[in-house]
Nanobody, 117 residues
Framework: QVQLVESGGGLVHPVGSLRLSCSVS????????TGWHRQAPGKQRDLVAV???????NYASSVKDRFAISRDNAKNTVYLQMNRLKPEDTAVYYC???????????WGQGTQVTVSS
């Protein structure tokens, strides 16, 4: 059973930084793409960043040059370094992994990030 556990969220002031972690178990982490999405209250869940098994990355335009996604295959963990945070970055952040051979993605439970003075 694939499980993802996010950590590192919290309350931070504008222009501050946070690093989110997502620990993955129950699958061969290194062969799958992983990503971070976020969902603000009343809004849909949107892609923030994705990293492929080969290390290629892609970002939403709203976070490019402020956020950085990375992965450590030895630790089965994907990270999201968030810098110069803005109030509009406030959301629940979710990591996912996939798709598997059936086209399925598996999601974590989410971690709250609040940017406020």
């Amino acid at each position: 059973q694939v499980q993802l556990v996010e950590s590192g969220g919290g309350l931070v002031h504008p222009v501050g930084s946070l690093r989110l972690s997502c620990s993955v178990s129950g699958t061969i982490f290194s062969i799958y793409a992983t990503g971070w999405h976020r969902q603000a209250p009343g809004k849909q869940r949107d892609l923030v960043a994705v990293i492929t098994s080969g290390g290629s990355t892609n970002y939403a335009s709203s976070v490019k040059d402020r956020f950085a996604i990375s992965r450590d295959n030895a630790k089965n963990t994907v990270y999201l370094q968030m810098n110069r945070l803005k109030p509009e970055d406030t959301a629940v952040y979710y990591c996912n992994i996939g798709p598997d051979g059936l086209g399925k993605y598996t999601w974590g439970q989410g971690t709250q990030v609040t940017v406020s003075s």
